[in-house]
């Protein structure tokens, strides 16, 4: 990796949403810390590729001892004069005129004037090319600081024209297998990585690994990183075995060149809880990070972000195996650990305070849960403004707790002011605005406005037959419901009908679960025998009428 770039770094441990079974109420986000992940960018590689929540001990220029005694504007002054006098003098081209440009270009990418930057290193470019040639290495190495420049502007597209450019020059000039070059392909493969082009980017990290095999050997770290990044491209890509195989032979490369407890070893052995966790080997992920855990609280602290992050995973994995009182209790530890290191007025606080409301609702304690979506909402609102998705989420979980409590106004209060922000925000046919939807019809249905429900329920049937796919399972949710509303309103054959449906979508989609099966069944059944006993009393009541009328033409001939 060159010195020159900031690397746009991938992350070991930055943790995904776990899948949680579906309800009314939005799921848990097990990392809850996307606003803090990037200020990791460009960490010392031992940190990996960030962590999902923000480290405070990343280097800055501005606030380094060296920052604080240079004012920048003086300096670049300075310089400016020095240049033009050398540039008269000289000639724009001369050495020393490109030399100073170049202070000049630095100075303004620290103050992180980044435009400035990219325009004064298009000038040394220039000059560089006419005075050594287009693969001069100090040509090439202008070009690198200003594919670096273009990502930290996140403009990974001319970023990877120009790394491209390195890494060809130096193919041409050093060979293809010479270090420098195979560092070039690295920061192709990591612009790449932004672009999500994982297959060119595994070809060129397979190509790097061959390379570093031959030279450095299996054992040597530089080896051993590639092999890592190996795994973390299948991880993303959702090959979890392949990443499962890789990661574990980074694991042994890791141990053996730095101890079993290294942080990288740490890293990794996190990454593997995350797979065995996606793929719902839970007894194993648990053991993972349970070992990831202790790792960093010995390596670094209790409260440390890695340490608080893995606590967070641990909580999501126990929410999902519906153990909520050791869900709580991680979560609280994370919440206090968040509150001591970002403060009680982040975003990774006030998502760890929603998510500890998601378990108290489970464990049917509305009262603590609707006080954290209270707390969560009025930090989120100051925070993040009025219309941010996660707003929206919040009321969507108040909105289920007045619910569960049969305050149907409230409830219906709340579903409606997230619908509107969903709607504005996502688009009326957005899974999550639709699911606002189906959450207004069920408190519709309760307050007994069947017809509302039954058109608030078709709405969302449309929307998530086009969203997902007629055979999804929140689809086939709705497909009951549409059952039950028809059902209410004793329209029993149209009941039957989507009854039928229902039915037929849960034995396909819903798996081991047998519960919906049963819950239709059983509603089946209750129609059939209301329909048979309705079948039989108009029976009974024709032959009743029959009889009336037999009676009374006997009386009529016989008197």
Known sequence: MSSTTQNPRRDPAKAEPAEIEYTAVNDINPTSTESASRSLDGQDHSLGRGTGISSFGTFNPSSSVFGKQMNYDKVLKRHGRTLARREKLLGPDHALSLFTAQKMAALHSKQKDYCKAINLYGRILAGREKLHGPDHVFTLSTVNKIAALYCKQEDYCKALINYRRVM?????????????????AYNVASALWERKEYAEMLSLYERILSVRDKLLGPDHLMTITIVDEIAQVFQVQESHEKAIEWFERALTGYKKSHGPDHLMVINTVFNMARIFHKLGHNDKALVWYERALAGYRKLLDPDHDLALLTLNQLAALYYEQKDYSNSLVCFKKVLAGFEKSLGPDHKSTFDTVNNIGQVY??????????????????????????????????????????????????????????????????????????????????????????????????????????????????????????????????????????????????????????????????????????????AYLQRASADRERKRWRFLFARLLFG
Not at 168 to 184: F, K, M, N, Q
């Open 168 to 184: 060809d020059g130096r193919e041409r000039t050093l060979g293809r297998d010479h270090l420098r070059t195979l560092e070039a």
């Open 361 to 534: 609702y489970h464990q049917a304690n509305y009262e603590q849960a609707l006080e954290s979506y209270e707390r969560a909402l009025a930090g989120r609102e100051r925070l993040l403004g009025p219309d941010h998705e996660s707003i929206f989420d919040t009321l969507n979980n108040m909105g289920h707790v007045f619910y569960k409590q049969g305050d149907y106004a409230k409830a219906m209060e709340k579903h409606k002011r997230a619908l509107a922000g969903r709607e504005r925000l996502l688009g009326s046919d957005h899974v999550s605005t639709l699911l606002t939807v189906s959450n207004m019809g069920l408190v519709s249905f309760e307050q007994e406005y069947f017809d509302i429900a039954l058109a608030l329920f078709e709405r969302v049937l449309a929307g998530l037959e086009k969203s997902l796919s007629p055979n999804h399972l929140w689809t086939i949710h709705t497909i009951y419901n549409i059952a039950r509303a028809y059902d209410a309103q004793k329209y029993y054959e149209a009941a039957m009908f989507w009854y039928e449906r229902a039915l037929a979508g849960y034995t396909k989609s819903a798996g081991s679960d047998n519960a919906p099966i049963t819950t239709t069944r059983c509603a089946m059944a209750r129609v059939l025998q209301i329909q048979r006993n309705y």
